[in-house]
Each structure stands twice: as structure tokens, then as C-alpha cells.
T-cell receptor
Framework: GAVVSQHPSWVICKSGTSVKIECRSL??????MFWYRQFPKQSLMLMAT?????????EQGVEKDKFLINHASLTLSTLTVTSAHPEDSSFYIC???????????FGPGTRLTVL | GNSVTQMEGPVTLSEEAFLTINCTYT??????LFWYVQYPGEGLQLLLK???ADDKGSNKGFEATYRKETTSFHLEKGSVQVSDSAVYFC?????????????WGLGTSLAVNP
């Protein structure tokens, strides 16, 4: 149990377009979802924390108007990268929690490449 | 500030060799410590954890002991298998309530050869 999926697993887009990434908890209800970004050979960087039905809490330095997070239900959160630029190219990982922050279940990640 | 430092990889071992991946941390207060593992093509998953000093976390033959005096949480396994090939992340939690978050190390890639 406790499976988290992400879609798409990879995406290539043109500069200036917007890209939406979905994160779903398949067999449990997630009260909290997390979005991370991972650069090559670097650790995971928490971008934002979202609770179902409320606005996401963004980490310092993360532009909330550029990285739109919606957590509309207990099983789905979306991250939209708006007006993407090549520097947004990265590996984006979501996780979901139903109890505490360290009981997070991770999705397999989405590789975004902006041309 | 709060941070996690783990040994750089990649680490390459032969099957049945002894594994140690070093992890040290800097944190205010009393963090909980974790090891996560990411197998090829899969999401991160919790391997083991320890929530207070001198606790030992263990799972799948892996062990790590929370050493407050040396601020360390080294991962060990007595006899690795090919199936242990993965990337291992050391992490800690700080904060309380809704401010609680995971702080990650860079990850250490392990390759086990038959």
C-alpha cells in the first residue's frame, strides 16, 4: 500500500509554455503533499507543502506565481510550471503523507526539459 | 543552520561485502534521523529511522545508530546483495507541527556487483 504516482514521467516543452505535473496517492488519502526539486548531483530541495483545501506554503526563494500548486482533493495535487524557461529544467518529485512529515510516500518523479 | 552531509559516491562493492555509508548532521534541537532508498526507476522509500539518541533503526539487514555525541547516523549492512544497488539518502527532520520538514543529504549511489 501507500503508492504515489506522478504524471507525466517526463516532459519536454518550449520556453514560454506552461506544464502541469500531477501527483496522486493511489490507495490512501493524503492530508499533506510535498513538492521537491532535484538538480543533478544535489539533494532534494523542498519547494512547497500543501494541505488539501488550503493554499500551499512555499519555501523561501520559490516563486509561488511561477510554480502553482493545487491540492484540490485528498488524492490529487498538481504543480504547474508557468511560462517555463530552460532554467526550470529539473527533476520534480512529489510526496504524500497521511500522518506525519517523515512518513512521506514518494512518487517516481517527473523529468522536465525546457527547450 | 540545519544540514546533512553524507559520503560521496559512487560506492562499488562486491556481493557479500560490508557496507558503510557515512552520514553526519548539524541541527538545532533534537532532530529525528532517517535513511531513504531509491531503487532504479522507483520513488524514494523510507528504509529506517531513529527518533532519539542511541536509538538503532534497522530494516532489510541495514542498521544505523543515532549518535548524538558524534552527530552521526552511519548506515551499515554486513553483507550486501546485488538487489541493494540503489541511491541512499540520509535525512533529518526539524521544526514542529506544520513547520516540520525533511532536510536531505546529497545521496550516495551504491552499485553491488555479483
Amino acid at each position: 500500500g501507500a503508492v504515489v504516482s506522478q504524471h507525466p514521467s517526463w516532459v519536454i516543452c518550449k520556453s514560454g509554455t506552461s506544464v502541469k505535473i500531477e501527483c496522486r496517492s493511489l490507495d490512501f488519502q493524503a492530508t499533506t503533499m510535498f513538492w521537491y526539486r532535484q538538480f543533478p548531483k544535489q539533494s532534494l530541495m523542498l519547494m512547497a507543502t500543501s494541505n488539501e483545501g488550503s493554499k500551499a506554503t512555499y519555501e523561501q526563494g520559490v516563486e509561488k506565481d511561477k510554480f502553482l500548486i493545487n491540492h484540490a482533493s485528498l488524492t490529487l495535487s498538481t504543480l504547474t510550471v508557468t511560462s517555463a524557461h530552460p532554467e526550470d529544467s529539473s527533476f520534480y518529485i512529489c510526496s504524500a503523507s497521511r500522518t506525519s512529515v517523515y512518513e512521506q510516500f514518494f512518487g517516481p518523479g517527473t523529468r522536465l526539459t525546457v527547450l | 543552520g540545519n544540514s546533512v552531509t553524507q559520503m560521496e559516491g559512487p560506492v562499488t562493492l562486491s556481493e557479500e561485502a560490508f557496507l558503510t555509508i557515512n552520514c553526519t548532521y548539524t541541527a538545532t534541537g533534537y532532530p529525528s534521523l532517517f535513511w531513504y532508498v531509491q531503487y532504479p526507476g522507483e520513488g524514494l522509500q523510507l528504509l529506517l529511522k531513529a527518533t532519539k539518541a542511541d536509538d538503532k533503526g534497522s530494516n532489510k539487514g541495514f542498521e544505523a545508530t543515532y549518535r548524538k555525541e558524534t552527530t552521526s547516523f552511519h548506515l551499515e549492512k554486513g553483507s550486501v546483495q546485488v538487489s541493494d544497488s540503489a541511491v541512499y539518502f540520509c535525512a533529518l527532520t526539524v521544526g514542529a507541527g506544520n513547520n516540520r520538514k525533511l532536510i536531505w543529504g546529497l545521496g550516495t549511489s551504491l552499485a553491488v556487483n555479483p
